[in-house]
């Protein structure tokens, strides 16, 4: 988890100094030529998309193009991935991902891509921390007292579905305390803040965008946040981390890749681009109005970042008993 660390604490002028260093090829002058198209393996309206749409303008404009987001949702993400991975791999074809991205080769038993080869990783745009919630009428008004009433008794937890990050997040929870949840998973975060709220389940690992809101509205009670440092929103909000669990740290998160194969200075040209882009002042407000952290790691950054997250959810699912699909 040190990489997540790292890239936050890391200043993002110096994350982008050395992409200004750049020099210029043919290739690199000719590129682009016609609109680039960012491909969102998720649902218009969805905070991926949100994302992907607000990025894609100044990115755009710094390139000289327009950037077209194009919607490409099913089956967790893996259809659009699958459209990148076998695009030509010539800078006009990126992919806007998410966390589910490192989480489904522990899900599906079979992909029509490999996550690590098919694709080459440009940048991390955003971290998202999710908030261990409860409903208001719970008597929990700390952490210890949840894992207390786990183990004296059966709770149940919801999510937005199996294998998810906030599956993954109570999946490390209930481990790292030794203690016996039940997972409901629902189809969508919606559905399961709604009965989360009207007590069907005891608590959710929920999108800090989705869940802020409504414990600032009174409804939920916020027990913990699954990011490494305290959020400012929430100041007397514990991260989980405190209540025992060493190195816990789960984000949601959003990043741009590649199709494997892209020229060098292309990629160079892309990734500088879009670190520039994440260092506007407007584009950072608006990601942080969504919730969300303004990243911008370099490509190795995020490849290894990507690689730690592959390899913790096959180890937190397997744990848990999940089979791939």
Do not use: C
């Amino acid at each position: 988890m040190n990489t997540i660390r790292t890239l936050i604490r890391t200043p993002a002028l110096a994350l982008f100094s050395a992409a200004l260093t750049l020099g210029t090829s043919t290739a690199l002058a000719q590129y682009p030529e016609r609109p680039v198209k960012l491909v969102v393996p998720y649902s218009a309206g969805g905070a991926a998309d949100a994302q992907a749409r607000l990025v894609a303008v100044k990115l755009g404009a710094r390139l000289g193009q327009t950037v077209v987001v194009e919607n490409r949702p099913g089956a967790s993400g893996t259809i659009g991935a699958a459209n990148v991975a076998h695009a030509p791999a010539d800078g006009y074809t990126l992919l806007y991902d998410a966390t589910a991205f490192a989480i489904n080769p522990s899900v599906y038993r079979t992909l029509s891509y490999d996550s690590k080869r098919d694709f080459q990783a440009i940048s991390l745009v955003s971290l998202t921390p999710t908030l261990l919630v409860v409903p208001v009428k719970a008597p929990y008004q700390r952490i210890e007292e949840l894992t207390d009433a786990a183990r004296s008794g059966h709770l149940t937890y919801a999510t937005p579905g199996q294998g998810t990050a906030q599956h993954i997040a109570a999946a490390w929870f209930a481990q790292g305390n030794r203690i016996a949840l039940t997972h409901i998973p629902y189809k969508g975060g919606a559905p399961a803040l709604t009965d989360l709220m009207g007590g069907q389940t005891d608590m959710m690992f929920s999108n800090m965008a989705a869940s802020y809101p409504l414990v600032k509205a009174g409804k939920l009670r916020a027990l913990a946040v699954t990011s490494t440092e305290r959020v400012a929103a929430l100041p007397d909000v514990p991260t989980v981390a405190e209540s025992g669990i060493a190195q816990y740290a789960v984000y949601e998160w959003n990043g741009v890749l590649a199709p494997a194969g892209l020229p060098a200075e292309v990629a160079a040209r892309i990734e500088q681009e879009l670190r520039a882009t994440l260092q506007d002042p407007g584009v950072r407000r608006s990601l942080e109005d969504l919730g969300a952290r303004p990243v911008g790691s370099s490509s190795g950054e995020f490849r290894t970042f990507l690689d730690e997250q592959m390899q913790r959810s096959a180890s937190i699912l397997a744990k848990a008993g999940i089979t791939k699909e």
